[in-house]
């Protein structure tokens, strides 16, 4: 059995209890029919952008997604556990070419920060669709380079560089041209 998460099958089945159809979901969301159907199906690795918005349709928190079970006392994340991941999208033309996100916090309840490590394969990718959704986004880089596009400005980070930002404004995050990278990823959204 494969320790990564298919989230697909968790938006399907959170839609499910809710009683909700595709369509509302779509309706909600402003996604199309075709993309609710591909990610449910994960036939589609969505970007985080997609995610937020398909999190919001439902009415829950984006870290819902990638839960387990819920603890409202501290939650300690040991470095054996990095080993389970939730792998979505970089946006590239070929959505297979992902970012593997190791989430430090799933079982904490009522969260509105998601910290990630999140290991970023090389791509040779040059045009990226750019996402935006209410919140801040911190990312410090543990080894590698990456490049984040945010607005029509570009930053290349290496090794022990950090950016935050708000991401209301339309960004991309990826590894430099040929290169993977590293990083440790806080998401703030507002709930």
């Known amino acids: 059995m494969s320790n990564r998460t298919i989230v697909g099958a968790k938006i399907k089945g959170i839609r499910e209890s809710k009683n909700l159809s595709v369509e509302e979901i779509a309706e909600r969301s402003g996604l199309s029919l075709d993309q609710i159907h591909s990610i449910e199906n994960d036939e589609f690795l969505p970007s985080l952008g997609p995610l937020i918005k398909i999190a919001r349709a439902l009415g829950v928190r ?84 990456v490049e984040i596009a945010y607005g029509k400005e570009k930053y290349i980070l290496t090794e022990g560089d950090s950016i935050f930002y708000d991401s209301i404004v339309e960004h991309h995050v990826h590894g430099a041209e040929g290169k993977s990278a590293r990083i440790l990823a806080v998401v703030y959204i507002p709930f």
């Open 62 to 145: 984006l870290g819902t997604f990638l839960d387990d079970n819920d603890e409202l006392g501290p939650v300690v994340c040991r470095a054996e556990e990095h080993n389970n991941s939730i792998s979505f999208s970089n946006g590239t033309a070929d959505a297979r070419k992902h970012m593997e996100y190791h989430s430090l916090a799933k079982q904490k309840a009522g969260r509105h920060m998601e910290p990630f490590i999140i290991d970023i394969q090389p791509s040779e990718e040059k045009h990226f669709k750019l996402s935006a959704h209410e919140g801040e986004e911190f990312i410090y880089v543990m080894n590698g380079e």
